[in-house]
């Protein structure tokens, strides 16, 4: 079993950056598959980007693609989402989620361990 934290989110200006921050409990956080989900208020929740067990590979919802970094520390248990070029589009709620899959998922069915979420607000 895994627990989960996220930090790092916040009020920015659009077209500013923000890291969102996830650290995990326990000695096996190198087994899971790791994502990011977010959901804004009034709709459901979407998945964001996934990181496979070793950090070799990632991969993005294609709203986020080429503004936004996942990486992985499983040395520290932590996964970060580093987020440029925000868009107002961006404000939702943050959640670092982990998976027991084998390979990669962007289905949060798939995802059996989650944070408390993250708020990140982007202003005009």
């Known amino acids: 079993q895994v627990q989960l934290v996220e930090s790092g989110g916040g009020l920015v200006q659009s077209g500013g950056s923000l890291r969102l921050s996830c650290a995990a409990s326990?000695?096996?956080?190198?087994?899971?598959?790791m994502g990011w989900f977010r959901q804004a208020p009034g709709k459901e929740r979407e998945f964001v980007a996934g990181?496979?067990?070793?950090?070799?590979?990632?991969y993005y919802a294609d709203s986020v693609k080429g503004r936004s970094t996942i990486s992985r520390d499983n040395a520290k248990n932590m996964v970060y989402l580093q987020m440029n070029s925000l868009k107002l589009g961006d404000t939702a709620v943050y959640y670092c989620a982990a998976s027991r899959f084998a390979g990669p998922t962007d289905s949060e069915n798939d995802y059996g361990y989650w944070g408390q979420g993250a708020q990140v607000t982007v202003s005009s």
């Open positions: 990181i496979n067990r070793s950090g070799s590979s990632t």
């Open positions: 326990g000695r096996t956080f190198s087994t899971y598959v």
